[in-house]
Structures are given as structure tokens and as C-alpha cells.
């Protein structure tokens, strides 16, 4: 799977590192469920868990992630792993 995140500058773009990082805001020792993730290598990945500085804001990150989702979904559907009722 290819990273569907791909950070400015910190992207490694091996597929091989490639695993599911889900949305923050779930609640404390929670997880939002899958469809709420985007794939993403080990570096971008490491890069939403703590990334962001005063140069680079948690909304712009929050944004980043939220693109990855947008990515990831499409392929999640492909994969089985989304049904949507009354889809072809």
C-alpha cells in the first residue's frame, strides 16, 4: 500500500511501513474506528502522532490527515473493507 498522507519533506514513500493512522479526538486510550484513518508510511505516520511546531500547526497536520483519509477510503472500498449499502 502506498502512503496516502504524504507530508511535505517527511514522506518516506515506502509502502513496506505503510499502516493505518487513525484521526485523533476519539477519547483518552480510545480509537476512532478505521474508516476515520488514512494509510500512511512510518514517517508520516510519526509525524501525526507529534509533528507539528509553532511553524507548522496542529490544524495544518489535522489537515494533512484529513486528505490522507480522503485517499484512503476509495482504496478501503476497493479492499472490502468499507460496504456501502445500496452501492453497486
Known sequence: M?????????????????VLAHLNGAGV????PDW???????????WLDGGYTQTVTRHYRDLLHLEGVIRSQPLMVDEGLIVIKGAA
Open 2 to 18: 502506498e502512503c496516502q498522507v504524504r507530508v511535505p519533506g517527511v514522506c518516506n514513500r515506502d509502502p513496506d511501513t505503510v
Open 29 to 32: 486510550g480510545m480509537k476512532n
Open 36 to 46: 476515520q484513518a488514512a494509510y500512511a508510511c512510518s514517517a508520516c505516520h510519526s
